[in-house]
């Protein structure tokens, strides 16, 4: 079993839609939780992050965990075209010199 | 202002040969790492060096070596290249402290090997 899961997709929704990414992880030492955003030919870019359980929300875009279920997710509110990009999670523990395990990322398309 | 910046973005070349890959971060931050992306776009970590010290080295081949001048540089040399090691190689980099979330990432080294 991979340390963390991610549906590769493709996601492809309409323009305005509601989106739900998601992962599952299997290691209860972790404590980060982030959301990275990659654009093609591109490379990846900080989204969000998260410490611990909880929610937190910039913008259109709100990030979950749930840790006694070992879940996390990033919503989408009306998606835009811009949004058109794959999303990859990202988690570490705590401590020095902590390794980030990654998602295999899911490709979201949003169509206008 | 690039503040990861990579050279070169692309690079194709042949089998056997040897080539390195520069990059280069302004942005103060003491950790810089190298990772690969393959073409099914899982990121694998490969090598990370805190202050010029070597502070992961995942498994991957001894024909991949990285070189740390100063903290604001990354170098990695590839020997002997083979055709499994055609990808993608990203460059980051991190501020002490934030190590967990805080990566700014270049844009990519597209290698292929033919």
């Known amino acids: 079993q991979k340390e963390v899961e991610q549906d590769p997709g493709p996601l492809s929704v309409p323009e305005g839609a509601i989106v739900s990414l998601n992962c599952t992880y299997s290691?209860?030492?972790?404590?980060?939780f982030m959301w990275y955003r990659q654009y093609s030919r591109k490379g990846p870019e900080l989204l969000m992050y998260?410490?611990s359980s909880g929610n937190k929300e910039d913008g259109r875009f709100t990030a979950q965990v749930d840790k006694s279920s070992k879940y996390i997710s990033l919503f989408i509110r009306d998606s835009q075209p811009s949004d058109s990009a794959t999303y990859l999670c990202?988690?570490?523990?705590?401590?020095?010199?902590?390794?980030?395990?990654w998602g295999l990322g899911t490709s979201l398309a949003v169509n206008p | 202002d690039t503040a990861v910046s990579q050279t070169p973005k692309y690079l194709v070349t042949q089998m056997g040969n040897d080539k390195s890959i520069k990059c280069e971060q302004n942005?103060?931050?003491?950790?810089m790492y190298w990772y690969k992306q393959d073409s099914k776009k899982f990121l694998k970590i490969m090598f990370s060096?805190?202050?010029?010290?070597?502070?992961i080295n995942e498994t991957v081949p001894n024909r991949f070596s990285p070189k740390s001048p100063d903290k604001a540089h990354l170098n990695l040399h590839i020997n002997s290249l083979e055709l499994g090691d055609s990808a993608v190689y990203f460059c980051?980099?991190?501020?002490?402290?934030?190590?967990?979330?805080?990566?700014?990432f270049g844009s990519g080294t597209r290698l292929t090997v033919v």
């Open positions: 980051a980099s991190s501020p002490s402290g934030r190590q967990a979330y805080g990566y700014t």
């Open positions: 942005l103060g931050h003491d950790t």
């Open positions: 060096y805190n202050n010029k010290e070597l502070i």
């Open positions: 290691n209860s030492a972790f404590q980060y």
């Open positions: 998260t410490y």
């Open positions: 990202a988690m570490s523990g705590a401590g020095n010199n902590r390794k980030l395990i």
